[in-house]
T-cell receptor, first 114, second 110 residues
Framework: EPEVTQTPSHQVTQMGQEVILRCVPI?????FYWYRQILGQKVEFLVS????????KSEIFDDQFSVERPDGSNFTLKIRSTKLEDSAMYFC????????????FGPGTRLTVL | QKEVEQDPGPLSVPEGAIVSLNCTYS??????FMWYRQYSRKGPELLMY????GNKEDGRFTAQVDKSSKYISLFIRDSQPSDSATYLC??????????FGKGTKLTVNP
C-alpha cells in the first residue's frame, strides 16, 4: 500500500540553525501539507501546497518557514532559524485529486531544538 | 469556544467492551469529518471519513455525525488490546486544512 515517507525520523539542532525536513508524498497525489504537533498538544495545520505554490497557510507559518517541491517526488519544509518553541513532531500529508479529499499522513519527524 | 473539543481521557476499558469517543465543534462550515488513530510517536492513521450527517460503518468501527448538534462520535465494538491508541477527530470545510481535536487516549485491557 502506498504511503507517505519522511526523513529524518529525528532531528536535533541548535537554536538559530536551519533545518530541512523531507517528505515523499504518495506518488499520484497532487496536494501536500505540513502539520506539527507540540508534545501533548493538538495536531496543527501549517501549510498546504498545490501546483508548486502555497495555497493556504496558518498564522504559525511565518517568514522563518518555507516549503518547496524541488523535484517530482520530494516535498520539503525549511525552518530558517530554529527556536526552542519549534521543537515538535512535524507531519507531512498528501491527498489525491481534490483539496477536500482524504489526507494521508507520514510517520513524522521529531525536531528537537536545543 | 474552541473550534473542536475532544475529551482527552484517558479512557480505559476491558477487552470486548463497546467504546464511544466523541467530539463537538463550533464551526458550521465543517462538512467533512474524520477519525484518525495515532500510536505513540507515530503519524495519524485514517480510520473513518464521513461527509455531512449520518452513519458510516466499517467492520468494528461506526462513525456518526450529527450536524444539527455539532457532534460526532466513533464507536468501537468488541474492542481489542490492539485498539489501544490515541483517537483524533478531525474536520474540514471551507478550506483545505484539517482541524483536529486534542485526541482521546484509549487503553483496552486484556
Amino acid at each position: 500500500e502506498p504511503e507517505v515517507t519522511q526523513t529524518p525520523s529525528h532531528q536535533v539542532t541548535q537554536m538559530g540553525q536551519e533545518v530541512i525536513l523531507r517528505c515523499v508524498p504518495i506518488s499520484n497525489h497532487l496536494y501536500f501539507y505540513w502539520y506539527r504537533q507540540i508534545l501533548g498538544q493538538k495536531v496543527e495545520f501549517l501549510v498546504s501546497f498545490y501546483n508548486n505554490e502555497i495555497s493556504e497557510k496558518s498564522e504559525i507559518f511565518d517568514d522563518q518557514f518555507s516549503v518547496e517541491r524541488p523535484d517530482g517526488s520530494n516535498f520539503t519544509l525549511k525552518i530558517r532559524s530554529t527556536k526552542l518553541e519549534d521543537s515538535a513532531m512535524y507531519f507531512c500529508a498528501s491527498s489525491e485529486t481534490s483539496r477536500l479529499a482524504t489526507q494521508y499522513f507520514g510517520p513524522g519527524t521529531r525536531l528537537t531544538v536545543l | 469556544q474552541k473550534e473542536v473539543e475532544q475529551d482527552p481521557g484517558p479512557l480505559s476499558v476491558p477487552e470486548g467492551a463497546i467504546v464511544s469517543l466523541n467530539c463537538t465543534y463550533s464551526n458550521s462550515a465543517f462538512q467533512y469529518f474524520m477519525w484518525y488513530r495515532q500510536y505513540s510517536r507515530k503519524g495519524p492513521e485514517l480510520l473513518m471519513y464521513t461527509y455531512s450527517s449520518g452513519n458510516k460503518e466499517d467492520g468494528r468501527f461506526t462513525a456518526q455525525v450529527d450536524k444539527s448538534s455539532k457532534y460526532i462520535s466513533l464507536f468501537i465494538r468488541d474492542s481489542q488490546p490492539s485498539d489501544s491508541a490515541t483517537y483524533l477527530c478531525a474536520m474540514m470545510g471551507g478550506s483545505e486544512k484539517l482541524v483536529f481535536g486534542k485526541g482521546t487516549k484509549l487503553t483496552v485491557n486484556p
